[in-house]
């Protein structure tokens, strides 16, 4: 049995196209550790369940942690502008470990599990309690990296590995000062992204399929910005909002410790995946979903000049270096390309390189490649 683990739909949507590669060969189970969220209804956790895969809200713990996460249900059904005083105390609450060692041993044995999967970014106190489990039970746990790695950044001295038998990359741009570092090559497998295969973004479409009015007079714009972006320039909004003949819709990051009802994209009209089919036009300043986006020859501003720089070990961005994406220098540039945008313009945007640089991005040349990777890599880890 494989047991995938998950906190937020960003790490579920990147452990669902993995679980989808590999249902077939032996019994899979899916579970949150989010104690606010309820994705009962998420379209993936639906696909999950269609394909008879065991999907639970919480994994089985002591009397006292459900109690506890009982009370905190209750807190949750005060008014947001109350829960919105106290954000403190879910950034706190994130790191907690509502899971007992030997209730969670003996679900081990009875499910026969012999594989933890979990996302690189589960809070690291999470990570240790996992990984401590293998003093009393055989079992490989397994981080899976959420989204693309993108950015071009300082070094690392030593990766972040000492909580997994096993490092899924995204791609093969990480960054290390020591590259021939042995536990590092022995425990990093460089499959690849599925999230981002052809294959995957089909189901994604069936599954998120929405009607788009065709409309040669109105353009529709996706924004995939930080909140910061907005709040340190508010007059951009203001000026995007007084063009004409435009639709504008905001995708928010699908990731926060704060209640749902508290959450900017629990309220947002479409996810990442139909906002890119809805849009003529995807600004952004730097996201893995633009790699979606151009797959799907969609028109990209990349707001270059609102990235981080050295300041925080940041120098750059891989996806600067697909033609296709049109650069942008400043907000003006950015709204004058937006008002001048020809909605009817049908051209192939990304050409042989760009498709190269593209698939450096996700990991792989071949989604079947990629997809036997997957297979095997699962079908050997618990033989070894």
Known sequence: MHLFLY???????????????????????????????????????????RNDIRCLSFPPTSKINITKLFLIKLLLTLPKKILLRFQFFFYKLDNIVFLNENIFLNF????????????????????????NLKLYYDLKIIEIEVGLRTL???????????????????????????????????KTKFFGSSRYSNLWIKKLDELNKITVDADN???????????????????????????????????????????????????DKLNSNQLINWADVIISHGSSVLVEAA??????????????????GIFGDYLENIKGISRIKNF?????????????????????????????????????EMINNYMNFYKSVILE
């Open 7 to 49: 906190d937020n739909l960003l790490q579920l949507d990147t452990i669902t196209p993995v679980i989808d590669i590999i249902k077939d060969q032996r019994k899979i189970m899916v579970s949150s550790l989010n104690i606010t969220h309820d994705y009962k209804n998420n379209n993936l956790i639906k696909y999950l369940k």
């Open 108 to 131: 081990l044995t009875k499910e026969k599990i012999k594989t933890i999967s979990i996302p690189n970014d589960l809070t690291h106190n999470k990570k240790v309690f996992l990984y």
């Open 217 to 267: 007079k109105i353009l529709n714009v996706a924004i995939f910005m930080a909140p910061r972006i907005f709040e340190e320039n508010p007059n951009f909004l203001k000026n995007c909002l007084k063009l004409k003949n435009i639709n504008l819709e905001i995708g928010n990051k699908p990731k926060s410790v704060l209640p749902l009802k508290c959450t900017d994209y629990h309220y």
């Open 152 to 186: 071009k950044t300082d070094p690392y001295s030593k990766f972040p590995q000492d909580y997994c038998d096993f490092y899924l990359a995204s791609n093969k741009f990480l960054n290390l000062q020591n590259k021939n570092d042995k536990d590092f090559n022995r």
């Open 332 to 368: 003006e540039q950015l709204i004058e390309n937006i008002e001048n945008e020809d909605i009817n313009n049908e051209l192939d945007l990304f050409n042989k390189d760009d498709q190269f640089h593209l698939n450096k991005l996700r990991g792989f040349d071949n989604d079947l």
């Open 295 to 312: 797959i799907k020859n969609k028109k990209i501003y990349f707001c270059s000049f609102l990235k981080f720089k050295e300041k925080y």
